[in-house]
């Protein structure tokens, strides 16, 4: 008997498998080793790569923030990872929102009553209370920007307006998870150090 298998699930079990490599990777090899080997400034470009690859998949989102980790504990400044990285999610971001904005012209009543609810909810609240929600919501969470993007879409909350703050949430959570890293590292010793 043969058992079929979604195409959603394969998805995720592939997602999770390279998220299981990855974790393995990062903690079998001597970081500050990779990070001499390859230089710096590659250390940089290759967090630009991870942030774009990152930026347009929720699967790959674990993986970026390991990467982000690994590439601090190796000696890489976490303010300055969070400035090279913070526009390529943000590229990211701004697929989603498209996506979203084109997906609300064809979204079924059902939906777009969901979204009116949440204008509504959001209309409750000061005009300053969107950028503020938009930056606790980049900075503090590990939540996908994907939802958020594709809410803002739906309400018709231009991406313009939201942009300083969604910049600024991906330099706040990339530099504390460097820091948080670095001090993890120093007191546990993982990474290979």
């Excluded at 710096?40 to 929720?58: D, E, H």
């Excluded at 690994?70 to 999610?89: E, K, R, T, W, Y």
């Excluded at 701004?94 to 059902?110: H, V």
Aim: proline share 4%.
């Amino acid at each position: 008997m043969k058992i079929k298998v979604k195409k959603s699930h394969k998805i995720i079990l592939t997602g999770i498998i390279l998220i299981v490599l990855w974790t393995i990777i990062l903690t079998q090899v001597n970081l500050e080793m990779l990070i001499g080997n390859i230089g710096v400034r590659n250390g940089y470009l290759i967090a630009l790569v991870v942030a774009l690859l990152g930026g347009v998949s929720t699967l790959t989102t674990a993986s970026f923030f390991a990467t982000i980790g690994a590439l601090s504990i190796a000696g890489l400044d976490p303010f300055f990872l969070g400035l090279v990285c913070a526009p390529a999610l943000a590229l990211g971001d701004y697929i989603f929102y498209y996506l979203g904005a084109r997906g609300r012209d064809i979204a079924s009543y059902k939906l777009k009553n969901r979204t009116g609810k949440i204008e509504k909810w959001f209309d409750k609240y000061p005009r300053w209370f969107r950028p503020l929600g938009i930056y606790i919501y980049t900075a503090f969470t590990p939540l996908p920007a994907d939802i958020l993007m594709v809410a803002l879409a739906f309400i018709e909350y231009r991406f313009k307006r939201a942009l300083p703050w969604i910049l600024l949430g991906h330099i706040t959570i990339i530099t504390w998870l460097g820091y948080v890293a670095k001090l993890t590292n120093s007191v546990t010793g993982i990474g290979g150090n």
